[in-house]
T-cell receptor, first 115, second 117 residues
Framework: AQTVTQSQPEMSVQEAETVTLSCTYD???????LFWYKQPPSRQMILVIR??????QNATENRFSVNFQKAAKSFSLKISDSQLGDAAMYFC????????????FGKGTKLSVKP | DTGVSQDPRHKITKRGQNVTFRCDPI?????LYWYRQTLGQGPEFLTY????????KSRLLSDRFSAERPKGSFSTLEIQRTEQGDSAMYLC???????????????FGAGTRLSVL
């Protein structure tokens, strides 16, 4: 069975600085998607960035980028120029090619941004 | 496009009562998913629909839980004889299609927080 592990329950970053959130996963599949979702307090979860496993190039979305290491089964999220609005729970998620679409989530990392 | 909406946002009930939650997906989204999120955990998959057909159920979905999507639009999740262990956030998500690509991105609602006393 696939698993997703986020080893940092909480992280803190100074406004305008850079922070990296870690995620590792375990799978025997060769084709899959990885996602980072952001869940602000009492608000809906939104997709931050996604990566297709067959693509070697790391995905980038504005201030958000990933470091995808397929052999190491690692998928970290880097947030540059952190803003107060980045404060939220961040969840790493996996979707395998053999699944029917359901996502497997890690336990999340709570990110605080200090002004 | 108003996003995925869930109703109610909060529900407090007594143990043994039945509760029903509603999810309205983004229009034209064929797939609808239900997840459960307990405190300190990530969401866990419960079940999903392709149009009106319920295609997969997690083992987390005990026989006290039932989900429907009668016309392939909105969905309801009912919990019968609630237990304190059912206290959680119930999240609904929808996606346009099942395959790879941008159409399989799941968009989430804000959830229904259930508290069983």
């Amino acid at each position: 069975a696939q698993t997703v592990t986020q080893s940092q329950p909480e992280m803190s970053v100074q406004e305008a600085e850079t922070v990296t959130l870690s995620c590792t996963y375990d799978t025997s599949e060769s084709d899959y998607y990885l996602f980072w979702y952001k869940q602000p307090p009492s608000r809906q979860m939104i997709l931050v960035i996604r990566q297709e496993a067959y693509k070697q190039q790391n995905a980038t979305e504005n201030r958000f980028s990933v470091n995808f290491q397929k052999a190491a089964k690692s998928f970290s999220l880097k947030i540059s120029d952190s803003q107060l609005g980045d404060a939220a729970m961040y969840f790493c998620a996996y979707r395998g090619s053999k699944s029917q679409g359901n996502l497997i989530f890690g336990k999340g990392t709570k990110l605080s941004v200090k002004p | 496009d108003t996003g995925v909406s869930q109703d109610p946002r909060h529900k407090i009930t007594k143990r043994g009562q039945n509760v029903t939650f509603r999810c309205d997906p983004i229009s034209e989204h064929n797939r609808l998913y239900w997840y459960r999120q307990t405190l300190g955990q990530g969401p866990e998959f419960l079940t999903y629909f392709q149009n009106e057909a319920q295609l997969e159920k997690s083992r987390l979905l005990s026989d006290r839980f039932s989900a429907e999507r009668p016309k392939g639009s909105f969905s309801t999740l009912e919990i019968q004889r609630t237990e304190q262990g059912d206290s959680a956030m119930y999240l609904c998500a929808s996606s346009q299609a099942a395959g790879w690509g941008a159409k399989n991105i799941q968009y989430f609602g804000a959830g229904t927080r259930l508290s069983v006393l």
